[in-house]
């Protein structure tokens, strides 16, 4: 059974594909969804609320996860909890599809998406730096930064891909991604002979973003700053 709370979305992103986002109002979207005024408002804060899925709940459960990982697994742990914000965006599917059009077109939405990215990178780098502190080794907070970053650009890079249509196996994708900004001499203090992390422009193909993070990797300690 549909719960009032998915009702209201669906009736918001039929309402928005229909007639736009500003055009859209709350009492459109209680009416078309069959729920009251006060519901609408015990689920979401706003109208803007119902676009972006649970920020918080997924947050946490990237939070468990982080905090399982140690110094010896957290490339492990930094996969697997971006692979958490995938699969959401996955799992929503046509609902997914809907927010990227919208964000696209209304600049505060795209403004709280950003806010929202940059949340799980924060999550990514203050658990990066204790890993990497306990591993020893020079400027901590800088390759702590640096590796959050990595992360999260290959994801989105990913995410966007399969946004436009451009990848049936995101996952795949993903994986690729994964293994090159997270290989061992890219992670680092932990890297003896030096540091290698690649920060790459998120509106890549990834099939790029593989091939010059690898091409990166190949060069020689001195070559790579």
Known sequence: MTSSRERMVEAAFALFDEQGYDATTVEEIVERAGVSRSTFFRAFGSKEDVIFPRHDDLQARIAARLETGTPASYRVALREAAALVLAQYLDEDQLALSRYRLTRSVPALRDREIASMLGYQRLFREHARRWLAELGGPDVDLHAELLAASVVTAHNVVL??????ETADPWHEFDDAMASVLAPDASGPAAQQGTT????????????VVASVRE?????????R
């Open 216 to 224: 990166a990797l190949s060069r020689p300690a001195s070559r790579r």
């Open 160 to 165: 966007r891909r399969w946004l436009r249509g």
């Open 197 to 208: 992390v690649v920060v790459l422009q998120d509106d890549r193909p990834v099939e790029e």
